[in-house]
């Protein structure tokens, strides 16, 4: 039995860009450290074979077969320690919009790659990178960015500027305040594709997407920017279109329980609500200019504080 290597991959959140992205809008991914996984083998020495491995290697070792991967992979080794009782031991809960598969996908490419891509010395290479975990990742969504395995991998939050326009970047410091995001769990696990496809089937008509190109594109690239050059005042009030904007819009992926609380936030002015992810269910984010007074407003739900400002 190899040894596995124990290497921590992170959860994702993505900060603005959900669905806009789609349509070549800037997005700002970060990774979240709350949730973590790891490739181990079992302590009680018993070598359960894992079927979600198990179909991944399959799949892997058929792009293999007819050429179509895009890098060398060691699937002897990966099929070899799957007999032996290899898993993911992961708290990165499923059906969240936080990157459980991607952190799973990040970890096997860490293990059984080949190719050592340097792209410490040549970031050019970050896209290389996408384009390997898409083709990886699209065995568990029917189609992948390769966004969420990479900033897993990198552990490194990451600016898209454009379909292939992207690279690390760095968190501005924020000032501790009263104010800050906050993710606030819903407690709901939901599939992405299905949404993803609602999106793109809406995106279909004109007035739709027009809407799309001329109204949220240009407010989340305003939310990236303001967010990026720490310029609070203007986040809060972007952050609030956006939230209205999700709110009259992608009323398909807000929960049902959810829409009230979305709707009183943007006309208290206490805080705003946008999507995590995909929706329909996982966590949505929020932002205020005061938490405390948010977690009292908001006390039957679990928030949780991602940065103060």
Not at 146 to 174: C, E, H, M, R, T
Not at 181 to 188: V, W
């Amino acid at each position: 039995m190899s040894n596995a290597n124990e290497k921590k991959f992170y959860s994702k959140i993505i900060l603005f860009g959900e669905y806009s992205v789609i349509q070549n809008s800037m997005a700002l991914l970060i990774p979240y450290s709350l949730f973590e996984g790891k490739l181990t083998f079992r302590r009680d020495n018993t070598t359960t074979i894992d079927p979600e491995l198990k179909a991944f290697s399959l799949y892997l070792k058929q792009l293999i077969e007819s050429n179509q991967l895009n890098f060398n992979f060691d699937v002897t080794s990966f099929e070899f320690d799957i007999s032996q009782g290899l898993y993911f031991d992961s708290t990165i809960p499923q059906g969240y919009g936080v990157g459980s598969s991607g952190a799973l996908v990040a970890a096997i490419y860490d293990r059984y790659e080949q190719d050592q891509i340097d792209y410490k010395n040549n970031p050019a290479n970050i896209l290389r990178l996408k384009n390997i975990f898409a083709q990886m990742e699209s065995h568990f969504h029917g189609a992948s960015s390769g966004v969420d395995p990479l900033i897993s991998y990198l552990n490194s939050p990451i600016l898209i500027k454009g379909k292939n326009d992207l690279g690390q970047v760095a968190i501005p410091k924020f000032s501790k305040g009263k104010g800050g995001i906050f993710l606030l769990n819903t407690k709901r696990s939901r599939k992405t594709e299905p949404l993803v496809n609602l999106f793109l089937e809406k995106t279909r008509n004109e007035s739709f997407y027009n809407l799309v190109e001329d109204v949220l594109k240009p407010i989340t690239n305003h939310c990236i920017d303001n967010f990026l050059h720490v310029n609070i005042d203007l986040l809060l009030k972007n952050f609030k279109l956006l939230s209205a904007f999700q709110h009259e819009h992608f009323s398909p992926m807000i929960p049902k329980l959810y829409r009230d609380i979305w709707s009183e936030g943007l006309s208290s002015n206490d805080y705003s609500l946008k999507l995590c992810g995909a929706g329909g269910g996982g966590f949505l984010m929020g932002v205020t200019d005061d938490f405390q007074k948010v977690k009292r407003v908001l006390n039957a739900h679990e928030l949780r504080l991602l940065l103060s400002f």
